[in-house]
């Protein structure tokens, strides 16, 4: 089972982020400032790190500077809610392997951890999605029937993507929620029911079931 160091200050991030992890088979450990992480890190052996760059103590580049010099190998992804390409740039020349922008959706976080701590003796990442005749290209962005290229918005693409990823598992609203609009979700909103219906109408009404007092699920 692979160790992941979550470094974050915002407890409410913190808390989405390992529950996502830890459900998903990885054991986690949360910490919320600069020293502490860095302390973990040196002697914890851990697999990843998700480093946020805003932290009380210190910035997160100072962190991701110490792991580095103190012979700290494990990946690094940073997560912050700084976008501009100075700290992207800034970030990946210190050593980060990767950097995401809150906000973010955990399955897009998940595939980036996987992606990482991925070994070279494994079998390369799944690019195409399917489910019977439908398909949905993870590097184009599109999807298709047959004959059919189907336009989608960037939150159509990312709830397909879950339905695919999961097929024939009844996926709650709250946990489509949590997973296609990220944290910051607010679980009284039925904004999860408007865009099934919107997708349906361009994959086929009868792809995606409603599931009573659950919620929905593709394919049976």
């Known amino acids: 089972m692979s160790r992941i160091l979550i470094v974050e200050d915002e407890q409410r991030i913190a808390s989405f982020v390992e529950k996502g992890l830890r459900a998903n088979g990885f054991s986690t450990t949360v910490v919320g400032d600069g020293e502490t992480a860095v302390d973990y890190a040196v002697t914890g052996g851990f697999d990843l790190v998700v480093l946020d760059l805003g932290l009380p103590d210190r910035d997160g580049f100072s962190v991701l ?56 003796e494994r079998a390369p990442e799944v690019t195409v999605l399917r489910h019977e005749d439908l398909s949905l290209d993870l590097r184009t962005r599109r999807a298709q029937l047959p004959g ?3 336009d ?35 679980p009284g909103s039925n904004v999860v029911d408007v865009y099934v219906r919107a997708l349906r109408k361009k994959v086929g009404a009868e792809r995606i079931d409603t599931v009573r007092g659950m919620g929905y699920r593709m394919g049976r």
């Open 65 to 120: 500077r110490s792991l580095r010099e103190a012979k700290v190998t494990a990946p690094v992804i940073i997560l912050t809610a700084r976008d501009s390409v100075h700290d992207t740039v800034a970030g990946l020349e210190g050593g980060a392997d990767d950097y995401m922008t809150k906000p973010f959706r955990f399955e897009e976080l998940l595939a980036r951890v996987r992606l990482r701590l991925r070994g070279p």
């Open 148 to 150: 059919q290229v189907i």
């Open 152 to 186: 989608l918005t960037a939150r159509e693409f990312a709830l397909l993507e879950l339905f695919l990823r999961h097929p024939g598992q009844v996926l709650a609203r709250e946990q489509i929620l949590s997973h296609v609009w990220g944290y910051d979700f607010d």
